[in-house]
């Protein structure tokens, strides 16, 4: 499996911005899919994940703010943020796990930096 994040750049505190994740295999074949992020100096974190049958969790900084989603046609995992702060400043990564073998493949990461 293989994930290609797209969608980080540089926004102003306020902004939007939509990172997408484009998976080389089946989102079928996985069971969770989410975003983590880590900024300088501290540990990667969940954001957000989505479970096959929907279910979703966020990570409490991003709550009312980022939204996940998926296209199942497409393989495809998004992350729309909302309402950006400085604090969302890292590098984001997506993740998935492969149900079968429970696996986790990353993606390389797309670096989002919100200036103040």
């Known amino acids: 499996v293989q994930l290609q ?3 980080g750049g540089l926004v102003q505190a306020g902004g939007s911005l939509r990172l997408s994740c484009a998976a080389s295999g089946s ?3 996985f069971d969770v899919m989410g975003w983590y992020r880590q900024a300088p100096g501290k540990q990667r974190e ?3 994940r989505i479970s096959r049958g929907g279910g ?3 990570a409490d900084s991003a709550k009312g703010r980022f939204t996940i989603s998926r296209d199942m046609a497409k393989d495809t ?3 729309q943020m909302n309402s950006l702060k400085p604090e969302d400043t890292a ?3 997506c993740n998935v796990r492969v149900a079968v073998t429970a696996y986790e493949y990353w993606g390389e990461g797309t670096l989002v930096t919100v200036s103040s």
């Open 56 to 58: 979703k969790n966020y």
């Open 77 to 79: 995992l998004y992350l």
């Open 46 to 48: 969940l954001v957000a």
């Open 5 to 7: 994040a797209s969608g």
């Open 27 to 29: 989102m079928f074949d």
């Open 91 to 93: 590098v984001y990564y």
